[in-house]
Every structure is written in structure tokens, then in C-alpha cells.
Nanobody
Framework: QVQLVESGGGLVQAGGSLRLSCVASGRTFSSYDMGWFRQAPGKEREFVASISWSGTSAYYADSVKGRFTISRDDAKNTVYLQMNSLKPEDAADYYC?????????????????????WGQGTQVTVSS
């Protein structure tokens, strides 16, 4: 069982930056691919970014590519999402998620159903 707790959300002006953090419980954090998703009011939850269990590969939605950076610190059981050049359309609740890696088995990291554990979310508001 893994528990995920996000933090770092808040109100920021368009063009500003925020860094979200997600701390995971448990000793096997390095066994998980980690992802960030977001959900705006009235919309479906959508993929934002993910990072492989090894930290060597990162993936981004086209809408955030070049502005957001995902990273992880396994010593702290933490995954980060650095968000720069924020736009009003980035406003949403942001969720981190964990997918337990199975050796040699690929998965669709953009699908919510691929992830085993979810945090409660942190709200990001971007004023124009």
C-alpha cells in the first residue's frame, strides 16, 4: 500500500511558477513509475507528466511540454512538478499517481486506469 500526499498548490499570476511536491509512504518508492494528472471543473482528469521508476525517462502532455518539468528524489520518496510560464488554462486540481512497475511489461502512462495509487490533489489557480 502506498499513500501519496501532494502539496505546493496555490494562487499564481499568469506567467508565474509553482512547484508541486508529492510525498509517498513506504519503502518501495523506487519501484513505481510516477505521474501527474490534473482535473479542471467539469472536465475529465488528464495526463500532465510522468517519470519512469529509474528517473531516466520523462514524458509530457503536449500542452505543458517546455514549461513543466517532472523529477523525483527517491531518497525523499518525493516526486516534483515544476511549473513555469503558467497559463489560466493550467488551473486545475493536480494529482500525483503511482504505477507499480512490472518487469518488461509496458503500460500506457497517459491513462488514469494505469495507476495503482492516487493522492488527494492540490489546487492550482492561475489568474490572468
Amino acid at each position: 500500500q502506498v499513500q501519496l500526499v501532494e502539496s505546493g498548490g496555490g494562487l499564481v499570476q499568469a506567467g508565474g511558477s509553482l512547484r508541486l511536491s508529492c510525498v509517498a509512504s513506504g519503502r518501495t518508492f523506487s519501484s513505481y513509475d510516477m505521474g501527474w494528472f490534473r482535473q479542471a471543473p467539469g472536465k475529465e482528469r488528464e495526463f500532465v507528466a510522468s517519470i519512469s521508476w529509474s528517473g531516466t525517462s520523462a514524458y509530457y502532455a503536449d500542452s505543458v511540454k517546455g514549461r513543466f518539468t517532472i523529477s523525483r528524489d527517491d531518497a525523499k520518496n518525493t516526486v516534483y512538478l515544476q511549473m513555469n510560464s503558467l497559463k489560466p488554462e493550467d488551473a486545475a486540481d493536480y494529482y500525483c499517481a503511482a504505477h507499480l512497475r512490472i518487469f518488461a511489461v509496458s503500460f500506457d502512462r497517459t491513462r488514469t486506469s494505469s495507476y495503482d495509487y492516487w493522492g488527494q490533489g492540490t489546487q492550482v489557480t492561475v489568474s490572468s
